[in-house]
C-alpha cells in the first residue's frame, strides 16, 4: 500500500478508514524485556504463520485522537489513561504490559512526526492513534505468547459516527461479550464477534447495535464501538453499570461534566423495558465523541427519544462541553489536556 499523499487529503470528507501515514512506532518483547523500539517507516508487520494472535487472538489495542486546537497546538485527552487501559487488557490476555510512560511518550512521538496529518482546527477532524500489542509466538497449544510485538499506528479521520445527527439503533439479540468474559478489555475477539450482529443491524437500516447484559437479556450494556447513556425525564444523567462493557474514557469523563452540569450522574442498571423513562440517549467513546440515539428498535417496537432529526439539549451540552475540552475551546479544568 502506498504512502498517504497529504495533497490528496479532503480535511473536511475523511472518512473513518485507514491511511498509511509516514511513521509508525514499533518494539518486540522478547528474551523476557522490550527491545527499544521507536520510529519506523514500516508501516507492515511481518508474522510467523504460527504466531499466537493469528489463532488465538492474544491482541490487545487502545483508540485516541490528538486534536488540533485553535493556536494550531495539538492535544492528546488523557493519553496516560489509555496506557493503563491497555495494561488492564493486557493482563485480562496473560500478556506482557508495556511501562505507561513509554507509552504515552511514543504516542507523542508518532503524532509529532505525523504533525503534517493532524486536520486543520474546525475541519470536524482528528488523528486517530491506535496503539496495539499482539502475541506473536509460533504456537499450536493454547498458552500464552512469550514474545510481543507492540506497534502504533495514526490516521486521520472524521467523525466515526455522523455528526450530531440522531440515528436509528437496534437491541442486538446477540451478546458481545460473555458473562465474566473478556467485556472490559479491549480486545479484537469482542470485535470481531459484533461483527456479524453489526452487519445485520446495517442491513436492516440501523447505524449499529446494541448489545444487552449477557447474563438476562434485561439491561443495557453499550454499543459495539461506544458507551450508552440515557437522559431520566427527572433530568439526570444515566450510563449502565455493568461488568461486560469496556471502561470508556470518554464515559469516565463525561460522568464529571455531567457533574458539574447538575446532572446528577448515575452508574445503574437501565432496565430496556424503561425506555420510556428517558429523553435523550446517545453514544460516548473516542470514535463516537458524543453521538445522540434518534431510536431505539427492540423486539420489533421502535422507541424515539428527543428526536429523530435533532440533538436534544442535554446531549448538545455534552457534546459541546467535552468537544470544548478536547480542541482546546473551554477550560481544562482538571487536566485532562496533554499537549504533544
Ligand atoms: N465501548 C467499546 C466497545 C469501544 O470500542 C469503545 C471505544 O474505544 C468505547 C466503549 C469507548 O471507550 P473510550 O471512551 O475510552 O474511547
Ligand atoms: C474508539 O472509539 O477508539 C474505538 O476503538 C471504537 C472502534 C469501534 C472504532
Redesign the pocket.
Known amino acids: 500500500m502506498a504512502k498517504q499523499d497529504i495533497k490528496d487529503l479532503d480535511w473536511k470528507n475523511l472518512g473513518f478508514e485507514y491511511r498509511d501515514l509516514p511513521y509508525s512506532y514499533n518494539e518486540e518483547f522478547k528474551d523476557g524485556k522490550w527491545q527499544n523500539g521507536g520510529l519506523t517507516t514500516e508501516s507492515t508487520l511481518t508474522l510467523s504463520e504460527g504466531a499466537e494472535e493469528l489463532h488465538y487472538g492474544q491482541e490487545v489495542f487502545e ?1 485516541m485522537k490528538a486534536y488540533r486546537t485553535k493556536d494550531g497546538s495539538i492535544n492528546l485527552f488523557r493519553p496516560d ?2 496506557a493503563k ?1 491497555l495494561n488492564n487488557s493486557a493482563k485480562r490476555l496473560v500478556m506482557q504490559t508495556y511501562p505507561e510512560d513509554k507509552f504515552v511518550a511514543a504516542v507523542k512521538e508518532v503524532v509529532k512526526v505525523n504533525e503534517d496529518f493532524v486536520p486543520p482546527y474546525g475541519s470536524g477532524g482528528s488523528l486517530y492513534i491506535r496503539p496495539f500489542m499482539i502475541g506473536t509466538e509460533p504456537v499450536v497449544g493454547v498458552s500464552p505468547s512469550s514474545t510481543y510485538t507492540f506497534h502504533i499506528y495514526a490516521t486521520p479521520v472524521g467523525a466515526y459516527i455522523k455528526g450530531l445527527h440522531p440515528m436509528p439503533y437496534v437491541v442486538s439479540q446477540y451478546d ?1 461479550a460473555a458473562y465474566a468474559g473478556t467485556g472490559q478489555a ?1 480486545t479484537a475477539g ?2 470481531a464477534g459484533s461483527l456479524l450482529p453489526g452487519k445485520e443491524a446495517h442491513d436492516a437500516g440501523f447505524a449499529g447495535e446494541l448489545y444487552l447484559d449477557p447474563r438476562q437479556h434485561k439491561y443495557i450494556d ?6 450508552f447513556y440515557a437522559i431520566g425525564k427527572d433530568g439526570k444523567f444515566y450510563t449502565p453499570k455493568s461488568d461486560s ?7 469516565k469523563s463525561i460522568l464529571t461534566i455531567a457533574k458539574d452540569l447538575g446532572l446528577d450522574p448515575t452508574e445503574t442498571h437501565i432496565d430496556v423495558n424503561d425506555l420510556d423513562e428517558f429523553t435523550e440517549a446517545g453514544a ?5 465523541v458524543i453521538s445522540p440515539v434518534g431510536s431505539l428498535t427492540n423486539n420489533g417496537k421502535k422507541h424515539v427519544f428527543y428526536s429523530e432529526t435533532e440533538p436534544g439539549p442535554v446531549t448538545q451540552k455534552l457534546y459541546d462541553s467535552l468537544y470544548g475540552i478536547q480542541e482546546g475551546d473551554a477550560e481544562d479544568k482538571y487536566g485532562w489536556v496533554e499537549k504533544v
Open positions: 483508540g489513561m489509555n487501559r458481545r479491549k469482542n470485535y453499550e454499543f459495539g464501538g461506544a458507551n462493557i469496556l471502561p470508556s474514557i470518554t464515559k460516548m467513546g473516542t470514535a463516537a
